[in-house]
């Protein structure tokens, strides 16, 4: 029986990696900014400091009292948009080739990210 990485032929290339920063675009938190901690690209989501908080409940381990703790849960890239580290508004990101070096740019400015 073959799993789900085996039947998945590549995974795709995303518009935001760990470390930017990021707007959410649409949802119950349109207009939140942060940085991305997690990118999973099998599923196409990425987990947002300060975005989409769940509330959590963990049983008591010998390291951790347990209870409820709140965390945020991965949201679909589709709904965030990257900022622009020089104008600090939403952009589009492309890809071109520049010494020999693919490299992501500002749709809105040009500005290498």
Request: no cysteine; hydrophobic share 35%.
């Amino acid at each position: 029986m073959a799993t789900q990485q085996q039947t998945k032929r590549h995974q795709p290339k995303l518009h935001i990696r760990k470390g930017d920063t990021v707007m959410v675009i649409a949802g119950d938190d349109k207009g939140k900014t942060g940085a991305v901690i997690q990118v999973i690209p099998a599923k196409m989501r990425a987990v947002v400091e300060g975005v989409n908080i769940v509330k959590k409940h963990t049983k008591a381990t010998q390291d951790s009292e347990g209870g409820i703790v709140e965390m945020p849960a991965p949201v679909h890239v589709s709904n965030l948009a990257l900022l622009d580290p020089k104008t600090g508004e939403a952009t589009r990101v492309g890809r071109r080739l520049e010494n020999g070096e693919w490299v992501r740019y500002s749709k809105k400015s040009g500005n290498i990210i």
